[in-house]
Structures are given as C-alpha cells and as structure tokens.
C-alpha cells in the first residue's frame, strides 16, 4: 500500500548518505492499483532482464506488454532512449513512458542529463501527475531524486517506488 505520509530514508552507500523527501511508495499491486496518475515512468538497463519491482509488477497488468517490447527489440534500455505507450486497460493510468538509463555498472552516468530528459519529456506531454519506478539498481539514484525530479516536476511527481533491496 502506498505510504500515506511524507517520509525521509536515511541510507548508508559506501560513505554517501542519501536523503530523500520525495515520497517513497511501495512496490505493491495495491500501491499501482490505488494510485491512478495520469503517467506511470519505467527506468530500464540495457543489460537487466527481466523487469524488477514495480516494473515488473506493471507489466503484469499489462498483461505482459512491455517484456513482449524489449523481446521484440521495441524497447532496449539504452541511455537516452525514450519510448510511450498507451496503458490501454489494466492501468489506473492513461501512458506509459520508458526510459533507458544504459548499462546498470554505470547507473550513475549521466543520470543527472536522463532525469532532465524524463522531466522535459513528462512537461512536454502535459503529464499531470506521474510516478516513477527508477532502474536497477535504485538505490543510488536516490540522491538525485529530489533535485533532478521532485523539484522540477513539484506536485505531478506523487512519488518515486521504492528500489529493491541491492544484492
């Protein structure tokens, strides 16, 4: 279920500590069920397979769409790739947008220049509210959300899934 109120995560990276207030939701059916934005944003890695966390999850509802996409070569994950599709049925969300973030061993690279082009995306298509399931790994991602996400998109931003644990 989708954390109703306004939390901090505190983690430790290395020597890094990532704070975040956007809010965190739970990677759950009944969170993607509950939460009906007008957009869901899919983060992918070009090199993992198959989906992950609320990614997965989405493509379930979709009754396995997007994995026929990324089997099809429609949809590779390559940093700078950006791809919309229609939800159709199944979704409490009218669009789709997919996102390629690259290799995961350089999730950090450019992240900064792919949350700006997430944003110019969701501005251009008069997204109103979104939420965002980031690639994986997640987690190192975080840090940016806040500054490269929550602030620019302010209040369409309803939150940001939570990343599976690293392992």
């Known amino acids: 279920m989708a954390k109703r109120s306004r939390r901090t995560e505190r983690q430790e990276t290395g020597t890094l500590r ?4 956007t809010k965190l ?7 993607i069920d509950g939460l009906g934005v007008d957009a869901f944003v899919i983060g992918l890695n070009e ?9 997965a999850l989405l493509d379930w509802r979709l009754c396995g769409r997007l994995s026929a996409l990324m089997k099809e070569g429609n949809i590779d994950g390559k940093r700078g790739e950006r791809i919309l599709t229609p939800s159709h049925s199944g979704l409490n969300a009218t669009r789709i947008f997919v996102f390629g973030f690259g290799p995961k061993n350089q999730i950090l690279e450019d992240a900064q220049a792919t949350f700006s082009g997430i944003v110019q995306t969701l501005q251009e298509a008069k997204v109103a509210t979104c939420a965002i399931d980031l690639p994986w790994p997640g987690r190192p991602l975080l840090g940016l959300v806040d500054e490269h996400l929550k602030k620019p998109l302010g209040d369409a931003l309803l939150g940001v899934f939570e990343p599976e644990a690293d392992y």
Request: charged share 30%; net charge negative.
């Open 25 to 31: 939701l739970s990677p759950e059916l009944a969170t």
């Open 47 to 55: 090199d993992e397979r198959p989906l992950r966390g609320a990614s």
């Open 18 to 21: 990532l704070v975040t207030e």
